[in-house]
């Protein structure tokens, strides 16, 4: 591991030598490329990170990824580096920039990151081109016309690193994280007056959008009753939702949700042969219209779909849905579902607290922690030391899912065990005989999508009373399932295997009646 002295002699030379051709740096031909292999680079190696994965690690096990730079037009692209602890648990993002941007004064590279970090649920993010290092909380949900002064914590300039040296080295490099400090750190961030989790600003997100899409079917739609308007929300939001996440991981077309707006026409229309195209394609129940009689007649006023649609859109939408976890989305779920849409015999539109909601005082949600500790006690004992051969005779069941909180976590579980299992941990991948025979894992070390479906059918199963928190421990399933998918993998299972995306699971988590 580097030591202290070794890395503050490398970052010495890495500052005299940006001092020494500051003028040529500064240069805008001087790109964001060079930089991050000339300076940022080496600057986080001097740390004692591993950030060409001189370890040989598989690519899932890597503790710096260098995420994909796929930039489409109006949306924003991912961080630059992620770097992570053993197991993939992300610390910080860092978002690099070329010297000639101004890091502590431009608006965009602040909001971008903030974005970036707030959307992961991250304490900090860091932007940096060498000459400026600054460290934001990204505990506070941001908004575009943020000063980039906003939630900024440190602010470094080149010249500053050997005098500050303490600081860089005790907080971001390698030793000193596992250790503990980077959390000692991070502890001053919490709590603080304006401190916003994504999970409870989704919450009120999707409560707005809710109270909006009711009240605009109820006007239009009078032959529908009350649980047929709850029935025709729901699906609409987890449609929507589950387009607008594959959009920003790259599965669909960026934008394809705005492209309905285009031709002047009924926007619904156009979104519903959007779902009858992802029926086709992903086969996962969300866009199931032989059990849901009531979407296809649907009549919906286009200024609601536009406004709901435009604010899961950057630059109105806070959230970066590339990075937002379904463990986040899962925990806003669960606080939604605690209420229903009510219809007064004049067709008004309340949204109230279920009764059984109300009578116990309140929605109980589960902290991830939680979860983790319930699901490392039972699932990891029941398959600790067995093979993927033994697991697949057990199965996992919650008879009170609600909106899935442990059956994510144990699904989440079951395929980082089976992960690493072929993979031994990320190493030696290319020895690893039952990868190759079985063809269960990527080359870059993740599991294939055939394996995580077959995870998902086989292992996990829930009930619920509740029909509405079924479909939303399904949703969320699904998008588990297909984390670490592309459009390019997608393409081999459809046109090279001829198979759709994602399992259904209406076998597997069932609403029941009592």
Request: with cysteine.
């Amino acid at each position: 591991m580097t030591s202290k002295d070794t890395a503050l002699s490398s970052i010495s030379k890495l500052v005299d030598r940006f001092d020494q051709q500051y003028t040529s740096y500064k240069n805008s031909s001087y790109n964001e490329t060079l930089t991050r292999r000339d300076f940022i680079d080496p600057f986080f190696k001097s740390l004692g990170w591993d950030v060409d994965n001189e370890n040989g690690y598989a690519e899932a096990y890597r503790e710096v990824i260098h995420e994909d730079r796929v930039k489409v037009s109006g949306s924003m692209k991912a961080p630059d580096y992620s770097f992570r602890l053993v197991g993939g648990k992300r610390l910080f993002f860092v978002e690099a920039k070329k010297p000639s941007i101004d890091v502590k004064d431009e608006i965009l590279p602040s909001y971008q990151v903030r974005r970036y970090g707030w959307s992961a649920k991250l304490p900090i993010s860091i932007i940096t081109d060498f000459e400026e290092f600054s460290v934001y909380d990204c505990t506070k949900k941001p908004t575009p016309n943020d000063s980039p002064s906003v939630a900024r914590t440190n602010y470094l300039t080149f010249k500053d690193y050997i005098k500050d040296f303490d600081f860089i080295w005790n907080t971001f490099s390698k030793e000193n994280v596992l250790k503990g400090s980077f959390d000692k750190f991070i502890q001053g961030t919490k709590g603080k007056k304006g401190t916003a989790t994504v999970d409870k600003e989704f919450l009120i997100s999707l409560d707005k959008w809710r109270t909006f899409l009711a009240k605009a079917i109820s006007k239009e739609n009078k032959n529908l009753n009350e649980d047929e308007i709850n029935f025709a929300v729901q699906q609409f939001l987890d449609r929507i939702i589950f387009l607008r996440i594959a959009e920003d991981r790259n599965v669909e077309p960026y934008g394809s949700l705005k492209e309905t707006f285009s031709d002047g026409g009924e926007i619904y229309k156009n979104l519903f042969k959007l779902f009858r195209t992802a029926d086709e394609k992903y086969n996962s129940g969300i866009f199931d219209f032989k059990k849901d009689r009531i979407s296809e007649s649907l009549s919906i006023d286009n200024k609601v779909i536009k406004t709901i649609i435009s604010e899961l859109y950057y630059p109105q939408s806070p959230y970066e849905f590339s990075v937002l976890s379904v463990e986040i989305l899962g925990s806003a779920y669960e606080q939604f579902l605690g209420k229903q849409i009510r219809i007064s015999d004049s067709h008004r539109v309340s949204i109230e607290y279920k009764p059984e909601v109300r009578k116990a005082g309140g929605v109980y949600y589960t902290p991830e922690y939680i979860v983790e500790y319930i699901v490392n006690n039972t699932v990891g004992k029941i398959i600790e030391k067995k093979t993927p051969k033994e697991i697949s005779k057990i199965k996992i069941v919650d008879p009170a899912c609600g909106s899935g909180s442990f059956l994510i976590g144990a699904y989440q579980y079951l395929l980082d065990y089976h992960k690493d299992f072929y993979s031994q941990k990320g190493k030696d991948l290319s020895e690893s005989k039952i990868s190759k025979e079985k063809s269960v894992l990527t080359p870059e070390g993740n599991l294939t999508t055939a394996e995580k479906k077959r995870i998902l059918t086989n292992n996990i199963f829930g009930v619920d009373i509740d029909t509405n928190a079924v479909e939303v421990t399904k949703l969320s399933l699904l998008l588990k399932c297909m984390e670490g998918e592309t459009d390019a993998s997608i393409a081999t299972q459809t046109k090279l295997w001829n198979e759709r995306v994602l399992p259904n699971i209406d076998n597997n988590i069932k609403a029941v009646t009592v």
